[in-house]
Nanobody
Framework: QVQLVESGGGLVQPGGSLRLSCAAS????????MSWYRQASGKERELVAG????????NYADSVKGRFTISRDNAKNTVALQMNNLKPGDTAVYYC?????????WGQGTQVTVSS
């Protein structure tokens, strides 16, 4: 079955960096676009970044443009989110997501906390 496992979250000071990773299994990874979402406490889940199946096309939320970079490695079935210049407003649980045919799949999430 489809499995998405995130890692790399943690506590970081404002201005710092973190790299999230998502290991995918149970489907033909190279066929599908992948996304990162986040959900802050008391708020709705929002799209952070997406990458096409080949990695040739990416898109970002306005709030993270220029600070975050999404990438994928189809040989390793992984997708990463490099987060630089982190701000307290980036604090959230971050989820890896795959839309496969008509279904959305999610990982368990990884907590990112930006605080001094």
């Amino acid at each position: 079955q489809v499995q998405l496992v995130e890692s790399g979250g943690g506590l970081v000071q404002p201005g710092g960096s973190l790299r999230l990773s998502c290991a995918a299994s149970g489907f033909t990874f190279s066929y599908y676009g992948m996304s990162w979402y986040r959900q802050a406490s008391g708020k709705e889940r929002e799209l952070v970044a997406g990458v096409s199946s080949t990695g040739g096309s990416t898109n970002y939320a306005d709030s993270v443009k220029g600070r975050f970079t999404i990438s994928r490695d189809n040989a390793k079935n992984t997708v990463a989110l490099q987060m630089n210049n982190l701000k307290p407003g980036d604090t959230a649980v971050y989820y890896c997501s795959a839309k496969i045919k008509w279904n959305d799949y999610w990982g368990q999430g990884t907590q990112v906390t930006v605080s001094s």
